[in-house]
């Protein structure tokens, strides 16, 4: 399948870890890449590659792959990383893109 | 600094047409593949297209195939995608976004996006 499964929303305690989980067939040739977006806003890229974050990123946010899940791990989670987080990898086609669906995270 | 601008979008009655334009500032833009991602209201992310560093290589997601067409002038730095044949459901905030290419492929930088409304 060229779809990206993702959870539709989870919560976490101020200053606890959250892992977001995305999964798809695609996942087992491609590492997934993971987007912040924060309503009115772009997304924002946060991690790309095997466990790759972009300047400015904090070092709080860390990304795994195993088989066809990609995961995203928030370690002490903040009250600015209320926001959807978006996986995205390669379709089986393998030049086409795809999404998940998104996961709503809430710091409580 | 690395920007990309969208402009372009607007209100259009169903079967019309619009193009929406990305101009792109501080990096070699000539160097990167590009690809439209757009969000319907309060709806996910979902790729649109994609276009290569040198134009020769295009990619259409199923839903827009044959209705839409992305392209780019490198002597401007900018990519446009021609927009026909809308529907309702084309009806999204249409981002461009610069693809860092390679085996795992990534959208490292993102425009603030031009609302697309199709609507009569």
């Known amino acids: 399948s060229s779809e990206l499964t993702q959870d539709p929303a989870v919560s976490v305690a101020l200053g606890q870890t959250v892992t977001f989980t995305c999964q798809g067939g695609g996942l087992r040739s491609y590492y997934a890449s993971w987007y912040q977006q924060k309503p009115g806003q772009a997304p924002l890229l946060v991690i790309y590659g095997k466990n790759s974050r972009p300047s400015g990123i904090p070092d709080r946010f860390s990304g795994s792959n195993s088989g066809d899940t990609a995961s995203l791990t928030i370690t002490g989670a903040q009250a600015e990383d209320e926001a959807d987080y978006y996986c995205s990898s390669r379709d089986s086609r393998g030049n086409h893109y795809v999404f998940g669906p998104g996961t709503k995270l809430t710091v409580l | 600094e690395v920007q990309l601008v969208e402009s372009g979008g607007g209100l259009v009655k169903p079967g019309g047409s619009l193009r929406l334009s990305c101009v792109a500032s501080?990096?070699?833009?000539?160097?990167?593949?590009v690809s439209w991602v757009r969000q319907a209201p309060g709806k996910g992310l979902e790729w649109v297209s994609s276009v290569s560093s040198g134009g020769t290589y295009i990619y259409d997601a199923d839903s827009v195939k044959g209705r839409f067409t992305v392209s780019r002038d490198n002597a401007k730095n900018s990519v446009f995608l021609q927009m026909n044949s809308l529907r309702p459901e084309d009806t999204a905030v249409y981002y461009c976004a610069r693809e860092n290419s390679g085996y795992h492929p990534f959208f490292d930088y993102w425009g603030q996006g031009t609302l697309v409304a199709v609507s009569s």
């Open positions: 501080g990096f070699t833009f000539s160097a990167y593949d």
